[in-house]
C-alpha cells in the first residue's frame, strides 16, 4: 500500500503542480484502532511554485 500512496502523492505534485515537503499517515490506523473497511488517510504540506504566489488573478482548477 505505502507504494500505492506514494505513488498517488506524485500523481498529485504532477498534476496540481506542487512540492509536497512532508506527508503524513493520520486517521484510525495512524491512532492504532484501524476496522477491517478503514480507508488510508494522509495528510500533507507543500509548496506552489513561485509564479502562483504572485500572481493577482484566481488560479484557475
Known sequence: M???IVRKLRE???N????IL???????RAW???STDSD????FIYIRQKEDYLRLE???M
Not at 512532508?22 to 484510525?28: D, I, K, N, R, T
Not at 488510508?40 to 495528510?43: I, K
Open 12 to 14: 498529485i505534485e504532477k
Open 40 to 43: 488510508y488517510d494522509v495528510r
Open 58 to 60: 484566481k488560479r484557475e
Open 22 to 28: 512532508l506527508a503524513v499517515e493520520s486517521g484510525s
Open 32 to 34: 492504532g484502532f484501524p
Open 16 to 19: 496540481e503542480r506542487i512540492h
Open 2 to 4: 505505502e507504494q500505492t
